[in-house]
């Protein structure tokens, strides 16, 4: 059975730092492409971030430059190290892996 978990949310305020990890068992993180998303409720959810299985990181304009996803493969874990966070980061956190999704993590950045 797989599991993917995600933690490291927390409040913070705006410019500092948070590192989320999601660790995944019952699959490989090696063997997949892996990425982070955020949502609101009500709003669409938002890609921010892909790490793919050959090792590249894709990131979108909006995150770009302050946030960075690197893998852990002894640990079957990925992780997103958020820097300079803003107010509109605040969001609950996703991460995936194939088809497989954790329950979220929540990120509050006070301005």
């Known amino acids: 059975q797989v599991h993917v978990t995600e933690s490291g949310g927390d409040l913070v305020q705006a410019g500092g730092s948070l590192r989320l990890s999601c660790a995944a068992s019952g699959i490989l993180v090696t063997d997949h492409n892996m990425g982070w998303y955020r949502r609101v409720e009500g709003k669409e959810r938002e890609w921010v971030g892909v790490f793919t299985r050959s090792g590249q990181t894709l990131y979108p304009d909006s995150v770009k430059g302050r946030f960075t996803i690197s893998r852990d493969n002894a640990k079957n874990t990925i992780y997103l190290q958020m820097n300079d966070l803003k107010p509109e980061d605040t969001d609950v956190y996703y991460c995936?892996?194939?088809?497989?999704w954790g329950q979220g993590t929540q990120v509050n950045v006070s301005s």
């Open positions: 995936t892996i194939d088809q497989y």
